[in-house]
Nanobody, 119 residues
């Protein structure tokens, strides 16, 4: 059974930092571009960062310069380091392949991890 397990979300003040982690099954990690998505209240889920197997990265403009995506082949994990957090970054963050995994004809999503930026 495929599982993508996100962690690291928390309540943080504006300007603060967080590091999100995602453990990825080995057979998925080694052959897919991985990414972080987020679901902000009242908006559709959006891709915010991606990293290829060769560690080429790309970012949504609104997080560029503040967020950094990375991957660790030994730990089969993908990370999102978030600095200078803003209240508008509040939402649920997910990791997934790019494009999202399809299992039994449906997009698969993990539970995500909640990030709340508030004073």
């Amino acid at each position: 059974q495929v599982q993508l397990v996100e962690s690291g979300g928390d309540l943080v003040q504006p300007g603060g930092s967080l590091r999100l982690s995602c453990v990825v099954p080995e057979d998925i990690f080694g052959s897919n571009t991985m990414g972080w998505y987020r679901h902000l209240s009242g908006k559709a889920r959006e891709e915010i960062a991606r990293i290829t197997v060769g560690s080429i990265t790309r970012y949504l403009d609104s997080v560029k310069g503040r967020f950094t995506i990375s991957r660790d082949a030994d730990k089969k994990s993908v990370y999102l380091t978030m600095n200078s957090l803003k209240t508008e970054d509040t939402g649920v963050y997910y990791c997934n392949t790019m494009p999202a995994l399809i299992i039994r004809a449906r997009e698969y999503w993990g539970q995500g991890t909640q990030v709340t930026v508030s004073s």
